[in-house]
């Protein structure tokens, strides 16, 4: 099982930057695809980005451009800088890890407000 915990969340004015951690527990870190996933009020939860054990990235339509996503497998964390914040990034953003379905975990979720 990995445990997962982010960091990095707050409040920034539109156009600002904001970097999330996410720190994964467990020595199997480095096989696994990691995901950085938000949810807005009244709103479906969404992808934002992702990243394969081999490196490989994807990212939600709205965020391409903006978002980039690693990993340090050394450091077992996976990273989501985020620039150029819009008041629609507002959102409770969630870390995922996933090995197959059953190998799926979640973060408890870190708040990132985009307000003036």
């Known amino acids: 099982q990995v445990q997962l915990v982010e960091s990095g969340g707050g409040l920034v004015q539109p156009g600002g930057s904001l970097r999330l951690s996410c720190v994964g527990s467990?020595?199997?870190?480095?096989?696994?695809?990691m995901g950085w996933y938000r949810q807005a009020p009244g709103k479906q939860r969404e992808l934002v980005a992702g990243?394969?054990?081999?490196?490989?990235?994807n990212y939600g339509d709205s965020v391409k451009g903006r978002f980039t996503i690693s990993r340090d497998n050394a450091k077992n964390t996976v990273y989501l800088q985020m620039n150029s914040l819009k008041p629609e990034d507002t959102a409770v953003y969630y870390c995922?890890?996933?090995?197959?379905?059953?190998?799926?975990?979640w973060g408890q979720g870190t708040q990132v407000t985009v307000s003036s």
């Open positions: 995922n890890a996933r090995l197959t379905l059953a190998q799926n975990y």
């Open positions: 990243i394969s054990s081999v490196g490989i990235t």
């Open positions: 467990g020595s199997t870190f480095s096989i696994y695809s």
